[in-house]
C-alpha cells in the first residue's frame, strides 16, 4: 500500500490517455490489441518509476509516444482506409471555406491613415496554410510508400 | 526469401525460447540486443498481427497463473520456426562471406 501512495498521480493520468489514444488505432487492430497495449504501458511505466523515476519515465513515454503516432499511420494506411489522406484534406477544404466566407464580408471602416492590409495578410495566409498541408499530404504519401507496397514480412 | 524485417526477426528470435505475452517478448528483445532495440507496443502488436496473419506466430492459452490469466500468449509454428532458422542460415551466410573478405577479423567479439 505504502508503495503505491509514493507512485505520483500523473503516472495514472499519461496511462489513461495512452488508454485512450490506442482507441485511434482502425477497428480491427484496436478490438485484438488495445487492451494488451494499455495493459504494457502501464506496466512499463511501473517498472521506469522504479528504476530511475522522471528521468528513465521521460525516456519510455518519448519512445511510447513516437511508436503510439508511427504505428497510428501505419494501421491505418494497412486498413485500407484513406483516413490519414483525408484529415489534411478536410482541414484544407475548412480552411478555403472559412477564407472565403471572411473574405465576403463586408469591408470594415478602418481609421484614417491606417494601411488595408488584412485581405492580403488573409490571402498570404491561406496560401502558406494550403501549402503546408500539400507538402504534408505529398510527403506523407511518399514516404509511406514502402510501408503500403512492402511485400516482405 | 527476402531478408526478415529486424522487428520480425526479433520477434521471432524471443518466441523461439517459449511461449510468451506480449510484455516479456518486449523485454526479451531489449535484453537479446543488449539495450539496442526497444520495440514499442504499437510495433510489438503490429508486428504479431503480420505474423499471425502468415501462419508463423498462433495464439495459446497459456499458463494459468493468477497474475497473468488475463495476459494474450503467443508462439512459434513450425512454419515459424523454419522462417526464423532459413533467417538465421542467412545471416550466417553473410557473416562468413564478409569474414572471408576479411571485412571483420574472425575473432571479433561485440
Not at chain 1, 505520483?8 to 488508454?19: D, F, H, M, Q, W
Request: a positive charge; hydrophobic letters at 45%.
Amino acid at each position: 500500500m505504502e508503495q503505491e501512495a509514493a507512485v505520483p498521480r500523473t503516472l495514472y493520468v499519461v496511462a489513461a490517455l495512452y488508454g485512450a489514444a490506442v482507441r485511434l488505432y482502425p477497428p480491427d487492430f484496436r478490438r485484438e490489441f488495445a487492451s494488451e497495449m494499455s495493459r504494457d504501458f502501464s506496466q512499463a511505466t511501473q517498472e521506469a518509476w522504479g528504476d530511475g523515476a522522471w528521468r528513465s519515465l521521460a525516456g519510455l513515454w518519448t519512445h511510447m509516444g513516437t511508436d503510439l503516432a508511427c504505428t497510428l499511420i501505419v494501421q491505418w494506411l494497412r486498413s485500407g482506409w484513406p483516413a490519414i489522406t483525408l484529415i489534411p484534406v478536410a482541414f484544407a477544404t475548412a480552411g478555403v471555406s472559412a477564407a472565403a466566407r471572411i473574405l465576403a464580408l463586408p469591408p470594415v471602416a478602418l481609421p484614417a491613415g491606417q494601411p488595408d492590409r488584412d485581405e492580403a495578410a488573409l490571402l498570404l495566409l491561406v496560401t502558406i496554410v494550403l501549402l503546408i498541408v500539400m507538402a504534408t499530404i505529398i510527403l506523407t504519401l511518399w514516404f509511406t510508400r514502402p510501408l503500403r507496397y512492402r511485400t516482405r514480412i | 526469401m527476402a531478408a526478415l524485417t529486424p522487428a520480425v526477426f526479433h520477434v521471432l528470435l524471443a518466441l523461439a525460447r517459449g511461449e510468451r505475452h506480449g510484455y516479456r517478448i518486449q523485454k526479451d528483445v531489449l535484453e537479446q540486443t543488449a539495450g539496442d532495440v526497444r520495440l514499442g507496443p504499437g510495433t510489438l502488436y503490429g508486428t504479431l498481427q503480420r505474423l499471425m496473419a502468415v501462419d508463423w506466430v498462433e495464439e495459446t492459452e497459456g499458463p494459468a497463473t493468477p497474475e497473468d490469466e488475463r495476459r494474450r500468449y503467443y508462439r512459434l509454428t513450425r512454419s515459424g520456426r523454419r522462417a526464423l532458422k532459413a533467417e538465421v542460415e542467412r545471416m550466417d551466410t553473410l557473416v562468413r562471406t564478409a569474414r572471408a573478405h576479411q571485412v571483420v577479423p574472425r575473432t571479433t567479439n561485440r
